[in-house]
């Protein structure tokens, strides 16, 4: 399990109107699942989804040509 990350928070009632926080708090900070990814990163997975979307709609039409006796 991956080490609790705090950051520094303000509640807005602790707020001045200058800006300047009267009595900060550290709260958890919850990271994501997975890390952030790139622009190359992100386009290699969804192309991923998307070439598994289009072998399950191949696989289905056999199936359905299968079970209709079309070949």
């Known amino acids: ?7 520094v928070g303000c509640a807005a009632e ?3 109107p200058d800006g300047v926080c009267t009595v ?9 699942v ?4 790139d622009l190359a990163d992100g386009t290699l997975v969804a192309f991923a ?4 979307w289009a072998i399950g709609l191949k696989a289905r039409l056999v199936f359905r040509a299968a079970r209709l006796g079309v070949f």
């Open 1 to 7: 399990m991956p080490e609790s990350l705090y950051v």
């Open 14 to 16: 602790n707020m001045q």
């Open 24 to 32: 900060p708090v550290w709260v958890p900070y919850h990271q994501p």
């Open 34 to 37: 997975l890390p952030p990814l």
């Open 49 to 52: 989804i998307v070439a598994l």
